[in-house]
């Protein structure tokens, strides 16, 4: 797997003009908005998405087969996958976090600490989410196939959420949000409170990435070249 690794980090090294247009628009956003942690959470998304194209790369020219050959089975390739994935969300989280402070040092603003890794943590965990379900997608149909029934899917799940909301708040005469935001607001331990935003949001998300994962090892395991 280790080798694994090493392609997929050379292959994103090849992508410098990608990833210093990616800082610079980060700059940009930054100093042109009074809110940093839209820019620094827009890194999130960027960054943590890069394993899909990995994906794309190795499907190139039969290197898929060629991958296989080697002493990597398809288990190995579909673990470091996931493991490659994990290691983005870390490494975008942390620059978001980095950015974050260092924009909020040089505007010489103050920035809401709580708010901003609301933020981020939101992005991470949608992400996450987002990668769960492209990754066994794109091994089934291909990176180019599969990345627009992606788009597919998660349109239909953002209708239908929407249409859920304004249903249950048509016929209840609620509103879903400000009743979360009540209930949550009756919690008097911050701890606990802070516990249920980040922690269950995470283990939510590392259920659903173990989840993919199985689904993963299935499809590669019958799938042929």
Not at 151 to 156: D, F, N, P, T, Y
Request: glycine content about 6%.
């Amino acid at each position: 797997m280790k080798g694994l690794l090493i392609k997929d980090l050379k292959i994103l090294a090849k992508q410098k003009k990608f990833f210093i247009f990616v800082l610079l628009l980060m700059v940009v956003m930054s100093f042109s908005m009074e809110d940093v942690s839209f820019s620094a959470t827009y890194s999130v998304l960027i960054i943590s998405m890069l394993t899909l194209t990995t994906i794309s790369y190795d499907e190139m020219n039969g290197g898929m087969l060629f991958l296989l050959s080697l002493p990597a089975n398809r288990k190995t390739y579909v673990k470091e996958k996931y493991v490659f994935a994990m290691l983005n969300l870390v490494f975008a989280a942390v620059l978001a976090f980095a950015f974050g402070y260092v924009a909020s040092m040089v505007k010489q603003t103050d920035i809401a600490v709580a708010d901003f890794a609301a933020s981020v943590m939101i992005v991470l965990v949608a992400v996450g989410m987002a990668l769960a379900l492209a990754i066994p997608v794109d091994l089934k149909y291909g990176a180019e196939k599969g990345r627009m029934i992606v788009i597919g899917v998660l349109a239909g799940f953002l209708v239908i959420v929407m249409a859920g909301y304004k249903a249950i708040s048509a016929v209840f005469h609620i509103d879903a949000v400000a009743e979360l935001t009540k209930l949550l607001a009756r919690i008097e331990s911050k701890a606990l409170l802070a516990a249920l935003l980040t922690g269950g949001p995470l283990v939510a998300l590392l259920l659903v990435l173990y989840v993919s994962y199985l689904v993963s090892n299935r499809i590669m395991m019958k799938k042929e070249f």
